[in-house]
């Protein structure tokens, strides 16, 4: 590893650049003694909080008790790279995989949750740093041109306001050597600061009268048959209905620890570029990007112009919430490497914050909920990295179950099917190490990385 990218280094907060603020909202107070509710959601992110909104929006008169083990936005939710997509199902090409029956209707619905989103978002006044500017996916080399041309002509086909660009025209937009083409689409689609928007959920709730308490974990579900009581360290609430918007968390149900790997994305936050560093790269219009490599990347602007630059996925034994390789400066340099090649042109530019965070991996790449307790209980995941604003969808249709409310996507597969089962430690394990060592190099160097990669498609695994 290089000197200089050590150098660039010297200054960096190892902590998400999101919840890096002195304006944070203060913590809402612990859950002590015994309560009762009509419905209480675990989990304080995204899915909890859109959950918790829905909830009074559908009925006003529900008592809905939210439960956060730590303080809001500091899980996954304010620690992702903030780009908002219209897909509900990570993508129309991982639609056509999945949902090859119901793409129409699930276009549709991602339509409807974006433009929910968005007024949410305005009739709450949740001040985000929300820029629509569109989303683009780069093409790092010319072989990934065809499957570009595919994906365009697809989102074509379904509606989508798309462009596809040229080397020329995408240099145009934002300049690296690395680009041969890219695909624009403009529509529904964005940035938002994570953090402030979970904080303005949480705001929009409170304001609706749902009671929230952090610092609440849950430590044990009990089944009384008409009922579930909900068990924290200091507090209990007795409810007929619960909603796991809990992410990768232990909840104590094994077969969901059978359905839902937690893989870590490590992110890097630059310094605020000057005019004249964002001048080098234009990036005008200021797109969310994802690019077309194997270990793919993702990259966006924030306000202050700095560079947010996520990827470099990793696993850990047990799907470990805190491993300690992400307290380790030296665990970043790779994906600031790979921030040199993309971006040359910023040599000068140093890295202010870096930080890991979980993401929902599930083999359909798509969010599911899952009824436990005979109905009474429902588990809302596997965003695999869609839930910035797939989690409103999500949250909704976990609502829709509990509540058993006739819905459009409850007649789709998307609510119909479940997601298979992921093979345990440490089968796991290992196969998680293959794959994400293959992903390094496989498009330079093919050969068994990407034999192994293309086997792992073919079982219906999401790259």
């Known amino acids: 590893m290089s000197t200089h990218i050590s150098s660039c280094f010297s200054g960096v907060k190892l902590f998400p650049f999101w919840l890096d603020r002195s304006d944070a909202p203060a913590v809402e107070r612990e859950l002590i003694g015994r309560t009762n509710a009509d419905l209480v959601i675990v989990g304080g992110g995204f899915t909890g909080l859109w959950a918790a909104v829905q909830a009074k929006e559908m009925d006003p008169s529900l008592d809905v008790v939210v439960?956060?083990?730590?303080?809001?936005?500091?899980?996954?939710?304010?620690?992702?790279?903030?780009i908002v997509s219209t897909s509900v199902m990570h993508g129309l090409p991982?639609?056509?995989?999945?949902?090859?029956?119901?793409?129409?209707?699930?276009?549709?619905l991602g339509q409807e949750n974006l433009d929910g989103f968005k007024q949410a978002v305005a009739h709450y006044g949740i001040e985000a740093d929300i820029e629509w500017n569109g989303e683009m996916t780069v093409a790092v080399e010319e072989r990934h041109l065809p499957q570009l041309r595919e994906d365009y002509e697809l989102h074509r086909r379904h509606g989508h306001n798309v462009v596809l660009l040229d080397r020329e025209q995408v240099q145009a937009q934002l300049a690296s050597p690395l680009y041969a083409g890219a695909m624009w689409s403009k529509d529904r689609s964005g940035t938002v600061h994570p953090a402030k928007m979970a904080w303005g959920l949480k705001a929009a709730a409170l304001r609706l009268g749902v009671r929230l308490y952090e610092l609440s974990p849950l430590t044990r579900l009990e089944d009384n048959n008409t009922s579930m009581v909900v068990h924290t360290p200091s507090g209990r609430v007795t409810t007929p209905r619960v909603l796991l918007g809990t992410g990768t968390a232990n909840v104590g149900i094994t077969d969901i620890n059978r359905r839902v790997v937690q893989v870590r994305d490590h992110v890097l936050a630059t310094d605020p570029l000057t005019d004249e560093q964002l001048a080098r790269i234009g990036w005008h219009n200021r797109q969310g990007v994802y690019d077309t490599r194997t270990q793919l990347n993702y990259y966006r602007l924030t306000r202050d112009n700095r560079i947010i630059f996520g990827g470099l996925v990793s696993y850990h034994f047990n799907g470990n919430p805190?491993?300690?390789?992400?307290?380790?400066?030296?665990?970043?340099?790779?994906?600031?490497?790979?921030?040199?090649?993309?971006?040359?042109?910023?040599q000068d530019v140093s890295f202010s914050h870096a930080w890991g965070g979980p993401i929902d991996y599930c083999s359909r790449g798509a969010v599911f909920a899952r009824p436990y307790f005979d109905g009474k209980v429902v588990y809302v995941a596997g965003y695999t990295g869609f839930g910035v604003a797939g989690s409103r969808f999500g949250a909704r249709m976990g609502l829709n179950m509990l509540l058993d409310r006739d819905a459009p996507e409850r007649h789709l597969d998307i609510a119909r099917t479940g997601v298979s089962m992921i093979p345990p430690e440490p089968l796991r394990w290992l196969g998680a190490k293959i794959t994400f060592h293959a992903f390094d190099g496989a498009d330079d160097q093919g050969?068994?990385?990407?034999?192994?990669?293309n086997g792992i498609k073919r079982l219906g695994f999401p790259m």
């Open 322 to 346: 805190n491993p300690a390789q992400d307290a380790d400066e030296r665990t970043y340099y790779r994906l600031g490497e790979v921030f040199r090649k993309t971006f040359p042109q910023l």
């Open 447 to 453: 050969g068994w990385k990407r034999w192994w990669i």
């Open 67 to 82: 439960l956060e083990a730590g303080k809001v936005a500091y899980g996954a939710s304010g620690r992702a790279g903030g």
């Open 94 to 108: 991982n639609a056509v995989r999945v949902f090859p029956n119901d793409l129409d209707a699930l276009e549709q």
